[in-house]
């Protein structure tokens, strides 16, 4: 079944295998944190990208003759079929990210993360395009198991709550594409654990960014609860990677794991960030009722098994302080800073 260069065959376990000549990407959600990073990388390997985009949380647009961008929505049918007929294979990234924008924009979140991504999933199925879904640890709800595997039963609070709101539309559609996996479509899954690096925002909530713009500023560091909820980071380098190779080598319908190893409790997180940058910032703990809502519940611990993708050859290159290294030494936040102070 060749098209556009992509010549794709698929066996009885419904591992998709190519011999890959110039493939044409649609990576949606590119200009955002992650999205950007994956365009960068798979177009250093030769592939050209189209990054499609609404702009509401991401304007990353990296300078490469291989990357282009078009301003557009998820939500919006035709527009998103019309993308993904050009394309061989899509990297769905475009959502509403995070526990913190879904409490408060939950209906815009439930059109991008839901609806749009299943006009995306259908658009590839239609057109006979792989599609290659980023979907988040969030689906495990509140486990407190020390490593968790891609089959573990999980609970979630209440469907009333919208702290939980983020994990179910992610799951939703990270359940419908392990059926379609099972029916032999081309959809590869990846269930990314907190992802951190150059270029992410601090403007919705995420813990490292956030930390690292009020140590800069020798301003109150806010952990939220007791700071006593651990959780592991992975270096986006290595996440971009790991894409990569679920795309190449794994199997449809077929969650994979991608996070870091190392677990660190989110007090010390704020300690580490606070000395690297001879920060003079307190540490102040914050209640979850005064941060979110009343009632609020966050899962204590987050842990990858990694086992899965590690079968496929993935090997992380990166340790979380590495990382952070290169995030406090990063022109881009200290920018991000300079703006929002
Ligand atoms: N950052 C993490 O730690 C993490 C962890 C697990 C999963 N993920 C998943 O990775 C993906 C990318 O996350 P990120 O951290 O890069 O966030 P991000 O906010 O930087 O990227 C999301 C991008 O999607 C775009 N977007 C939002 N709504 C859209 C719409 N309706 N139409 C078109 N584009 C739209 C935004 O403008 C943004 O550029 C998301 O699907 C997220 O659920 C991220």
């Not at 992509?6 to 011999?19: D, E, F, K, P, Q």
């Not at 959600?29 to 949380?57: K, M, P, Q, V, W």
């Not at 700071?227 to 790991?242: E, I, K, M, N, S």
């Amino acid at each position: 079944m060749p098209f556009h260069g992509l010549h794709a065959t698929r066996g009885v376990s419904g591992r998709a295998s190519r011999s890959r000549s110039a493939v044409k990407i649609l990576i949606t959600g590119g200009a955002g944190f992650i999205g950007s990073h994956l365009a960068e990388h798979l177009a250093e390997g030769g592939d050209s990208i189209t990054c499609l985009d609404n702009y509401r949380t991401g304007r990353n647009l990296v300078r490469h003759p291989r990357i282009a961008y078009q301003e557009g929505d998820v939500r919006n049918v035709d527009a998103v079929t019309a993308m993904v007929r050009m394309t061989d294979v899509v990297y769905h990234l475009a959502a509403a990210v995070g526990v913190r924008y879904c409490i408060e924009c939950p209906d815009y979140a439930f059109e991008t993360n839901v609806v749009g991504a299943h006009n995306v999933l259908q658009a590839c199925l239609r057109h006979r395009k792989e599609f290659v879904y980023i979907s988040s640890s969030a689906v495990y709800g509140k486990t407190r198991r020390s490593r968790v595997s891609e089959d573990a039963d999980v609970t979630y609070g209440s469907v009333c709550r919208e702290e939980w709101f983020y994990s179910h539309y992610k799951g939703t559609i990270d359940g419908l594409l392990c059926w379609y996996g099972r029916c032999g479509k081309a959809v590869k899954i990846l269930r990314v654990f907190n992802c951190i690096g150059s270029r992410q925002s601090g403007a919705y909530g995420m813990v490292v960014p956030r930390f690292v713009g009020w140590a800069r500023r020798d301003r109150p560091i806010q952990v939220y609860g007791d700071g006593q909820q651990t959780r592991t980071f992975a270096d986006v380098r290595d996440v971009v990677r790991g894409i990569a190779l679920v795309q190449r080598s794994g199997h449809c319908g077929e969650p994979y794991n991608l996070g870091g190893t190392e677990e660190i409790r989110i007090i010390d997180l704020a300690r580490r960030i606070r000395k690297m940058l001879r920060s003079r910032s307190r540490i102040v703990c914050v209640p979850y009722e005064e941060a979110f809502v009343r009632g609020f519940e966050e899962t204590r611990r987050r842990r990858p098994n990694i086992a899965k993708i590690r079968s496929l050859g993935f090997v992380p290159r990166w340790c979380t302080d590495q990382t952070l290294e290169w995030i406090v030494g990063d022109g881009h936040l200290r920018l991000q800073d300079r703006q929002s102070s």
